[in-house]
T-cell receptor, first 115, second 114 residues
């Protein structure tokens, strides 16, 4: 049961344009969402997060939008730069059994920024 | 550099064998998480330890076990290995026991089972 889905395995964007990565989730109990970026041969690195009480969070070139009614979040990168070429994972968190929480990751979207 | 170290970087072994993966969290972090990433898959949460105690469990097989030691480093033990266990195994750490903050990931251990 894939609770967090990134339906686009890959995305190609021209340098300087906007990159939009999408993520859908099915579990309405998710209340915290994160985006991670991963380069080859490295571990994922945190990019930006958003709590379910917000619908937007911005950090420099990165903005995450949350649409709770649609169970959808997106990551906007403006302007896109060659160094943004990486695999992007969205992740969601929910309070589980015994107060424990765990992150559920999507399958990732490979973003390629073309010069 | 996230500050999380994992050893070994690569591991090649045969079916039926047992291996141990090691993780040292960032200085000061009490939580350690283990994840498995198989080919073309997202990261699957395996297990979390917080200050030496098991805190949350994910899709971890019974053949797999983990522990966190008093110095906060953690080990993931994989036994009776099967071909399907070939994957990247990531360790992550954070300062909190809940998942409401970022986790810092190590570079991963690539396990190949032949």
């Amino acid at each position: 049961d894939q609770q967090v889905k990134q339906n686009s395995p890959s995305l190609s964007v021209q340098e300087g344009r906007i990159s939009i990565l999408n993520c859908d989730y099915t579990n309405s109990m998710f209340d915290y969402f994160l985006w991670y970026k991963k380069y080859p041969a490295e571990g994922p690195t945190f990019l930006i997060s958003i709590s379910s009480i917000k619908d937007k969070n911005e950090d420099g070139r990165f903005t995450v939008f949350l649409n709770k009614s649609a169970k959808h979040l997106s990551l906007h990168i403006v302007p896109s730069q060659p160094g943004d070429s990486a695999v992007y994972f969205c992740a969601a968190s929910a309070l589980g059994i015994q107060g424990a929480q765990k992150l559920v990751f999507g399958q990732g979207t490979r973003l390629t920024i073309n010069p | 550099d996230s500050g999380v170290t994992q050893t070994p970087k690569h591991l090649i072994t045969a079916t039926g064998q047992r291996v141990t993966l090691r993780c040292s969290p960032r200085s000061g972090d009490l939580s350690v998480y283990w994840y498995q990433q198989s080919l073309d898959q997202g990261l699957q949460f395996l297990i979390q330890y917080y200050n030496g105690e098991e805190r949350a469990k994910g899709n971890i097989l019974e053949r797999f076990s983990a522990q966190q030691f008093p110095d906060l480093h953690s080990e993931l033990n994989l036994s009776s290995l099967e071909l399907g266990d070939s994957a990247l195994y990531f360790c992550a750490s954070s300062s909190r026991q809940d998942a409401y903050n970022e986790q810092f990931f190590g570079p991963g251990t690539r396990l190949t089972v032949l």
